[in-house]
């Protein structure tokens, strides 16, 4: 079954450090990865997808992630934080076909501070 | 471009009431919509899938009679909650996808729903 894992309810990271954001998933063949960043009381904001192509995903707002297929996993990072990145972060994978369900990890809370 | 919008942004209820949550694209055409549920720092669980046309696939122990959808036009689905009661409160979100085939969802800025 297709699953994704965020081992991380909270991130702590100073201003101006850098950040990495954890997800593992678990998929048959080959895997749509995508993360969303949530605001409190907001819906989902696109960040990144990895689809085919280059293992380095950039997205919106400076954050990247790796695509790492035999550690199964899809890092979100960013190279120095920032207190407004402050947020609720999604990995999610697509089930199924391309067309299927998004089905998400549990959520990581990053918080930067000053 | 791919803006999805929800209509209200925040409702609040008495328990027995039914309420209705508009979910639309505003500028391209969805064939798929997709209703999901939030509790407080938790992730999205999926309600129920609804496609233009026919009847929306509810996910399992999903109560498709008090979770009532309908996807009448390629831009608009409603959620409507029937019977509400303070367990219903959650905060709801939508998201639109273009075509199928297309794994690109497109979400909405999400509704909360207070039941007293």
């Known amino acids: 079954a297709q699953s994704v894992a965020q081992p991380e309810d909270q991130v702590n990271v100073a201003e101006g450090n850098p950040l990495t954001v954890k997800c593992t998933y678990s998929v048959s063949g080959n895997p749509y990865l995508f993360w969303y960043v949530q605001y409190p009381n907001r819906g989902l904001q696109f960040l990144l997808k990895?689809?085919?192509?280059?293992?380095l995903v950039k997205g919106s707002y400076g954050f990247e992630a790796e695509f790492n297929k035999s550690q199964t996993s899809f890092h979100l990072k960013k190279p120095s934080a920032l207190v407004s990145d402050s947020a609720l972060y999604f990995c999610a994978v697509i089930k199924g076909s391309k067309g299927g369900k998004l089905i998400f990890g549990q959520g990581t809370e990053l918080s930067v501070k000053p | 471009g791919a803006v999805v919008s929800q209509h209200p942004s925040w409702v609040i209820c008495k328990s027995g009431t039914s309420v209705k949550i508009e979910c639309r694209s505003l500028d391209f055409q969805a064939t798929t919509m997709f209703w999901y549920r939030q509790f407080p720092k938790q992730s999205l669980m999926l309600m129920a899938t609804?496609?233009?046309?026919?009847?929306?696939?509810?996910e399992q122990g999903v109560e498709k009679d008090k979770f009532l959808i309908n996807h009448a036009s390629l831009t608009l689905s409603t959620l409507t909650v029937t019977s509400a009661h303070p367990e219903d409160s959650s905060f709801y979100i939508c998201?639109?996808?273009?075509?199928?085939?297309?794994?690109?969802?497109?979400f909405g800025p999400g509704t909360r729903l207070t039941v007293t």
């Open positions: 609804s496609n233009e046309g026919s009847k929306a696939t509810y």
């Open positions: 990895y689809i085919t192509g280059d293992n």
């Open positions: 998201s639109a996808r273009l075509r199928l085939g297309n794994y690109e969802q497109y």
